[in-house]
């Protein structure tokens, strides 16, 4: 599992922004920012929200935190590959488009998205 700083550091490099574009952003400075990107000291509340909206992910995804509803299954959370997500509408209507694909269409989407993943994270330079 990921620290938040290492977290923070890899959403900011994916987007291919410096650290003072960010701590400018935030209202704070390029030090403190690099202090939490490498885990010597985590943001107060009110950072680590507007960090959470700079980026547009939750405090759940930067803090690792797993949430499970309180009714759930317990044997079902055991289960390996279980996992909690909270879809963006957008993310929902794409799902139930590829819901909708036949089996063999659904394995051309994977692999495509696997390829495309892997591109992504080795850009030629």
Same mark, same amino acid.
């Given at each position: /599992? #990921?620290?938040?700083?290492?977290?923070?550091?890899?959403?900011?490099?994916?987007?291919?922004?410096?650290? @003072? @574009?960010?701590?400018? =952003?935030?209202? %704070?400075?390029?030090?403190?920012?690099?202090?939490? +990107?490498?885990?010597?000291?985590?943001?107060?509340?009110?950072?680590? =929200?507007?960090?959470? +909206?700079?980026?547009? $992910?939750? =405090?759940?995804?930067?803090?690792?935190?797993?949430? #499970?509803?309180?009714?759930?299954?317990?044997?079902?959370?055991?289960?390996?590959?279980?996992?909690?997500? =909270?879809?963006?509408?957008?993310? #929902?209507?794409?799902?139930?488009?590829?819901?909708?694909?036949?089996? +063999?269409?659904?394995?051309? $989407?994977?692999?495509? /998205?696997?390829?495309?993943? #892997?591109?992504?994270?080795?850009? %030629?330079?």
């Amino acid at each position: /599992m #990921k620290k938040f700083g290492d977290l923070l550091r890899d959403l900011r490099e994916s987007r291919d922004l410096q650290q @003072t @574009t960010v701590a400018n =952003a935030l209202h %704070i400075s390029n030090k403190l920012l690099s202090s939490y +990107e490498r885990n010597i000291s985590y943001p107060p509340l009110d950072t680590l =929200a507007a960090i959470c +909206e700079y980026y547009n $992910v939750s =405090a759940d995804f930067l803090l690792q935190i797993e949430i #499970k509803p309180a009714d759930e299954n317990i044997e079902q959370r055991d289960q390996p590959g279980y996992n909690i997500v =909270a879809l963006t509408p957008e993310q #929902k209507r794409v799902l139930s488009y590829y819901e909708r694909l036949s089996d +063999e269409h659904k394995e051309a $989407v994977r692999g495509l /998205m696997i390829l495309l993943y #892997k591109d992504q994270q080795n850009p %030629i330079k």
